[in-house]
């Protein structure tokens, strides 16, 4: 997991040409104009979702984690916080949906601690070995609006 503020994206290129993509998508993009959807930066192999909610307790969030792609969460507007830690740290509460690329999961043991504050103009890079629980309130529900891009391993 790597968090950071999107003025440091460029720290980050030499990770992959993929995510090399999807962060200058995030840096170069006036999101006060882009509506919810889905857009194609690289195909299949590089797109971004930008969805608004209101974001929840930790009791309705759910830890989840991917196989086929890259999270790169980015906080338009708002803050919430985001859970984070070693997939092997958990076991799988559902099966594994190729379709979607999504397992949800349960915690070994209790899970209090590894949560994050994400703000406006952050972003968090999650791996497939990062199970990750986004969408969540930090003291009450609030609006907010991200960006997740999702880049082929």
Same mark, same amino acid.
């Given at each position: 997991?790597?968090?950071?503020?999107?003025?440091?994206?460029?720290?980050?290129?030499?990770?992959?040409?993929?995510?090399?993509? /999807?962060?200058?998508?995030? &840096? @170069?993009?006036?999101?006060? *104009?882009?509506?919810?959807?889905?857009?194609? %930066?690289?195909?299949? #192999?590089?797109?971004?979702?930008?969805?608004?909610?209101?974001?929840?307790?930790?009791?309705?969030?759910?830890?989840?984690?991917?196989?086929?792609?890259?999270?790169?969460?980015?906080?338009?507007?708002?803050?919430?916080?985001? /859970?984070?830690?070693?997939? &092997? @740290?958990?076991?799988?509460? *559902?099966?594994?949906?190729?379709?979607?690329? %999504?397992?949800?999961? #349960?915690?070994?043991?209790?899970?209090?601690?590894?949560?994050?504050?994400?703000?406006?103009?952050?972003?968090?890079?999650?791996?497939?070995?990062?199970?990750?629980?986004?969408?969540?309130?930090?003291?009450?529900?609030?609006?907010?609006?991200?960006?997740?891009?999702?880049?082929?391993?």
């Amino acid at each position: 997991m790597i968090k950071d503020n999107i003025k440091n994206a460029n720290l980050y290129y030499n990770l992959s040409k993929r995510i090399e993509a /999807g962060l200058k998508y995030l &840096e @170069n993009t006036d999101f006060s *104009t882009v509506e919810c959807g889905k857009y194609e %930066i690289l195909g299949n #192999e590089v797109y971004a979702i930008v969805q608004d909610y209101s974001s929840k307790s930790k009791c309705e969030g759910k830890f989840e984690a991917h196989r086929k792609y890259i999270d790169i969460q980015y906080v338009i507007k708002g803050a919430e916080q985001m /859970g984070c830690s070693d997939v &092997e @740290n958990f076991t799988d509460a *559902t099966d594994y949906s190729v379709e979607k690329d %999504i397992v949800f999961l #349960e915690p070994k043991t209790d899970f209090s601690q590894g949560f994050i504050t994400v703000k406006e103009k952050e972003f968090v890079i999650f791996y497939p070995d990062d199970a990750h629980m986004p969408s969540i309130a930090i003291d009450r529900p609030s609006y907010v609006k991200k960006g997740v891009i999702k880049v082929q391993v």
